[in-house]
């Protein structure tokens, strides 16, 4: 049997957008809204199992109803930059799940959807509209059901016309005289003024339509019969503005928006472009089993593998070295399971020759046979060309054996000539770049709990394959980086930082669990006394980490105004908590309960977990083709994300201590380093003056801006400076500002514009980049990392808009990060040939954490700030500022 699914697109994507926290991708792309959608999209193709599904949009901001008021929805605010570039992600995602989209100019999606449901309507066909709108309602009927989104859009509230008379005491065409009598702000319907809902629905109850009461005005009295008679003919506009036209000239078919499931590779694909793991793992999207097998297959008939499992293979071994040793040309494909390096499973390596492909399970390699293979990895001489040298490198010391003489990594190049590109992974990377089909290791191992590793003919097949791709990758890429002037970037910098960051490490920082234990402790003793302190204010105890139980306690016992509610009772998520905390002290206190819970679990028992027994330290895991930026990524854990805005927070890094008696914890942090990255970059002479002579660049910002002396600058404006100081950097939006200021849009693009009427120099880098990157189809950092921009000619506005804000700021973050990692690959490059014993320990931002020997200490505070100020030159003077103590905390 047939059932329509039909979705109201931009409503749905607006309640999204504004129901979820902030969410990018790597590439920058703001993701939040339609993530949120494809939850909510997801969960109803489950339950609602359709035949047939559409997803109408509005066309334009112009209809048929401004013809008769052209201020309808005049009242709305112009849209989020930040929502406005996901409608086309949106659509691109819709076009890889196989669902229809429709939109017609000078209609709204109410329209499409009220034609379609009378379309529905006369055939008997069962549909469901899913819409955050309640105007909806109107089309309610024996056959149509409208799923209203609420909670964000998690959850839907379904209306027949059964619940619509259940609870508002009307048949669905009344919907439409509701909102002609109270109006509707959100589309600027005015309505009558004074008649809100419940005063609506009295009226409607006793005489039905806007027509009846107007016709009985004779029975009304004082201020409403006033009041409606002055504004019938509102009342009668409104009515007719919140009316769905039904009549949309459709010319599509039902069997046009028909609905047939959609295909695992193409949904998987895009959820992989937006980073949607999850989404991945719950749908279980990999590639078929059967397809990738007959793949391999082919692919291995090719080649002649060969197996080195025992000392029975010595003369392969010994013909594998010789092969070695004739040429330099090779490929090596080291096997480990587990995303983290120091805790993966090694399960074997190929190594691919001009003459054929050796494959040695770890084992094998672990044997005393094999000491001469052991002996080559471990020579810095030696060249190797791998993937993911990095995590091989990190992978083996773990296991005793050394990996030296990285000559080429085809997977930190392929991230270097695309950081957008998400997917890293060899298959990948063979695919674009034109190699034969390499199967993915979800297709030979499964996934998640089906994961399990192959026989062992399928899984040396597999290896080899893996190596002969690097092998065939690298005079390619390596051609790559020449073309597009990367090389030295990449020679110069990406790969020595690899083999410095396993160093770092393997060495890990050691920390002191006692410090953490004891920290918990006294965050367990602040829990408990605020603990007790709401319950003496709520005047009973309950429990604070259950959202139904505080919500009753706040809006029921303390009858505080509710702001949202739940499926399970009200909302007490953070922006409502923030917005309740003037009304009753016992706020702050829940507020800063959550805090201090979140530090004992995640941050004390959460690193407690991650100390190594048997090193006493905890080893993170730096990632170098994450970030489109070029930042590096910590992860295992993270330790760049440790919050140091709260006093009990910092208290945390007291626990991170030297690794020797008597010596220091230093940390050195480069000063506003972006912003001086911008001031060469744009040549703006006021930024320039500010940080030549030292001076604070916000007050200074504000000082300009405002025009004002440094002594008439008050906390206030320095704020609003600093805020737009740093907005500029990462592409700001007025609506992003207003968010961080708590001030209308308005205001925050006045003061964009006044920031950009002082600091021309800015303005006209922004202009010239914008377009550079039209021109070019990319932008570059300082040192020639590039970062292309696929939408920066886009006709769709809001996919060039998203292209112009990353070209922007592309060139300052990228450049911060480059100079970071140059500034590191200079450090190790010193220490070495100083001989000192001092030891880096972590990257955390723009921030360098060493441990220091007491005989070290007054040369490493010269040395460290030195070389990181030196590590680029720059028209404005690069800062670190040092300091030095007994543990992290102190050394801040």
Known sequence: MEKWMLIDGNSIIYRAFFALPPLTNSAGKHTNAVFGFTTMLLKLLEQEKPTHVLVAFDAGKITFRHEGYTEYKGGRQKTPPELSEQFPVLKELLGAFGISQFELSGYEADDIIGTLTRRADEQGVPAVVVTGDKDMLQLASDNITIAVTRKGVSEVDLYSPDAIKEKYGLEPLQIIDLKGLMGDASDNIPGVPGVGEKTALKLLHEHGTVENVLDNLDKLKGKLKENIETHKDSAMMSKKLATIYREVPIEQEADEIRYGGYDSGKLAEAFRKLEFKSLIDRLELGADAGEAEDAAQAAASELTIRVIESESDAAELDRLLRSLGESEENGLFIESIGENPHHAELVGLAIATEEAVYVLPFAALAKPFAAKLRDWLGQPDKPKYGFDLHKNELALLWSGIRLEGAAFDVQLAAYLLDPTDTSQTLSSVSDKHGLPVLPTDEAVYGKGAKFKLPDEQTLYRHLALKAEAVRRLVPVLTEELNRTNMSKLYFEMEQPLARILA????????????????????????????????????????????????????????????????????????????????????????????????????????????????????????????????????????????????????????????????????????????????????????????????????????????????????????????????????????????????????????????????FQGVRRFMDDIKKDAKRDGYVTTLLGRRRYLADINASNFNLRSFAERTAMNTPIQGTAADIIKLAMVQMDAALRERGLKSRMLLQVHDELVFEVPEEELELMKKLVPDTMAGALKLDVPLKADVSYGSNWYEAK
């Open 503 to 758: 160093g770092m490490e393997h060495l890990g920082i050691k920390v002191e669990k006692e410090e953490l234990e004891k920290l918990g402790v006294d965050l367990e003793r602040q829990l408990t006394t605020i603990i007790s302190d709401i319950y003496k204010l709520a005047g009973t105890e309950f429990n604070i980490g259950s959202p139904k139980q505080l919500g009753e306690i706040l809006f029921e016992k303390l009858g505080l105004p509710a702001k949202k509610k739940t499926k399970t009772g009200y909302s007490t998520d953070a922006e409502v908590l923030e917005e309740l905390a003037p009304y009753h002290e016992i706020i702050s206190l829940i507020l800063h309960y959550r805090q201090l819970a979140k530090l004992q679990s995640t941050y004390v028992e959460g690193l407690l977990k991650e100390v190594r027994g048997e090193t006493g330290k905890i080893h993170t895991y730096y990632r170098q083709t994450i970030a489109a930026t070029g930042r590096l990524s910590s992860q295992f854990p993270n330790l760049q994300n440790i919050p140091i805005r709260l006093e009990e927070g910092r208290k945390i890094r007291k626990a991170f201590v030297p690794s020797k008696p008597g010596w220091s914890i230093l940390a050195a942090d480069y000063s506003q380093i972006e912003l001086r990255v911008l001031a060469h970059i744009s040549g703006d002479e006021n930024l320039k003056e500010a940080f030549i002579h030292d001076m604070d660049i916000h007050t200074k910002t504000a000082m300009d801006v405002f025009g004002v002396t440094a002594g008439q600058v008050d906390a206030n404006m320095r704020r609003q400076a600093k805020a737009v100081n740093f907005g500029i950097v990462y592409g700001i939006s007025d609506f992003g500002l207003s968010q961080n200021l708590g001030i209308t849009r308005a205001e925050a693009g006045r003061f964009i514009e006044q920031y950009l009427d002082v």
